[in-house]
């Protein structure tokens, strides 16, 4: 899953800095569940990649909503 989450994010990084070339503008939607980023970031949270701390705050934005 997160192998999953990084190929996104630099899927992502690519898309945009390409759509900045061109001037163009590029609309991202997301389409991860709520389920899917909770499950997710208790991965990173479990192997070590993100703090308590960080752990708690995300998890705090994606119940609000707020990814």
């Known amino acids: 899953m997160l192998k999953k989450t990084a190929l996104t994010a630099a899927v992502l990084a690519m898309t945009l800095g390409v759509a900045a ?17 909770l499950l997710d970031l208790k991965e990173a949270y479990d192997s070590g990649v993100i703090s308590e701390r960080e752990y708690n705050d995300a998890k705090k934005r994606i119940l609000k909503g707020k990814t």
């Open 21 to 37: 070339c061109g001037g163009s503008t590029t609309t991202v939607k997301q389409t991860e569940t709520q389920g899917q980023q």
